[in-house]
């Protein structure tokens, strides 16, 4: 192997995580239909998707372990106000990482996000 070129979230409810990522976050979608929603991130640099359960959720916790990290070119400090003010909580203060300045957020199902503002 020499890269991870994708990944896909399995989310409770396709269309409030659709409006989440797309109303809080600022999001493009990509790519959609009734089973997933493809989002690209920073004019297309990155790419992930959130879907339908490929399993039965009922009593399982999501997002438990699981982060993806996106690189920004905007300040985090910024970045974080902005978000905040479309009503994300994020999930802690800003961190110094051995990556660069970095924040978090969860999404509805759990699932951490966390911006850097790569070195």
């Known amino acids: 192997m020499i890269q991870l070129t994708f990944a896909s979230l399995q989310v409770r409810d396709l269309e409030a995580s659709k409006a989440f990522y797309t109303n809080k976050l600022e999001f493009e979608i990509d ?31 999501l997002g438990i372990g699981v982060a993806l990290w996106f690189a920004v070119n905007e300040n985090v ?15 802690g203060p800003i961190i110094e990482t051995p990556f660069g300045r970095a924040f978090h957020v969860k999404d509805l199902d759990g699932y951490k996000l966390t911006f850097l503002n790569a070195k």
């Open 77 to 91: 400090d910024e970045l974080k106000e902005k978000l905040i003010a479309n009503g994300i909580t994020t999930a």
């Open 31 to 61: 790519n959609s239909n009734p089973q997933a929603c493809i989002f690209k991130y920073n004019q297309g640099q990155a790419s992930f998707a959130i879907r339908t359960p490929l399993e039965p959720l009922e009593g399982k916790e």
